[in-house]
């Protein structure tokens, strides 16, 4: 068994994570720690979790690094904590080396989850959510949101249960396979959710398109600015990509992605102006394209830009999903790849 736990920082989710092994019964139970202690801070919360752990009858193993050496009892039960800090921890480990590949990163790490998979008897692995804010970091940080967002959909796609954790209650996440293409009702669909979720694979889904080749990697690239003009380019021009292509396009083209990037374009725009601009905008997808699948990154939450522009883009991008939400017959928030319906649904 197999189960991921996800999280905002402090939400309670190592308390459930430990519970889910306690709960388990009487098996060996053994915590990897990935948490390196670079100051005192660090070594405070390493010392809180170990005593959070003492009653529980955990050993710990600590493993910042090269997991795949880990030495797990078989059939023993584990709980790695955290794959945000081993991710960080092999991203950067040499950190004069700026041509480390970002994709052999994510190649060890899952090859050494797959190991500790194999032996244990059980398996939690906690995560964290860090993906709820506008792409307003330097490279590098870009570079570890991406990596992390597509290991958590890997992870959550071996995991036998997902659940992500707020205020210290969890929620499971349904893993059911849905396509709403055959038999649904011709009405919108809105996909929104932190960047890396894994939106722009459903939607192409949803709607029936066939993907590029080598489609996991690809939907990934869909979500980075960068990638994306080239990638989203399907045949017949079916998919209107935010970040490349001419507002109309969204107006025609039955999946709409990166939504947030074509409400980028009003937010260097006196505030008035801006707000006209985008209203305008998305009652010509509402008006013309009524049935269309749409992407947008969640870029409201964490701290509140310094430029005014930034600002403007996200309070642009929250009433937008709104005003698309009311319209559209299905919303739901993705995260790692899963769709938590929050409106809609098949009869």
Known sequence: MMVAVTGASASGKSAFAEQC?????????????????????CKDRIKKHRNMRQKKQFETLECPFDLERADIPEGS??????????????LYRDIGHSDIHVEDVRKKILKG???IKDRAGELVIV??????????????TEKYRRLLGELNRDIFELADQVYLVEAGIPMGLNKTDICFKKGRKNSM????????????????????IAAPENKKETAVCLENREASENAAKTENRE??????????????????????????????????????????????????????????????SGIV???????????????????????????????????????????
């Open 305 to 347: 830009p310094i430029e005014r522009e930034d600002r403007l883009w996200r309070e642009l991008c929250g009433e937008a999903v709104q005003l698309l939400a009311a319209e559209a017959g299905e919303v739901f928030r993705v995260i790692g790849g899963i769709p938590m319906r929050l409106k809609g649904g098949n009869e």
């Open 239 to 300: 998919a209107a990509d935010g970040w490349s292509d001419p507002l109309e396009a969204a107006w025609s083209r039955p999946v709409i992605l990166n939504l947030h990037g074509y409400i980028k374009r009003f937010s260097d725009m006196e505030d008035t102006k801006a707000r006209e601009k985008m209203r305008d905008f998305i009652y010509n997808i509402i008006k013309n394209n009524p049935n269309a699948c749409i992407t947008a990154d969640e870029i409201g």
């Open 77 to 90: 039960a584990v709980l790695l904590e955290c794959l945000s800090n081993l991710t960080a921890n092999e």
């Open 127 to 140: 995560t964290n959510e860090v993906f709820g804010e506008a792409p307003l970091f330097g490279e590098e």
């Open 113 to 115: 989850i797959l190991r």
């Open 189 to 208: 669909i809105l996909l929104f959710g932190g960047a890396y979720q894994g939106k722009t694979g459903l939607a192409l889904k949803m709607s029936d």
């Open 21 to 41: 092994l306690v709960d388990r019964g009487e098996y060996r139970r053994i915590y990897v720690a990935t948490m390196i202690a670079w100051d005192e801070e």
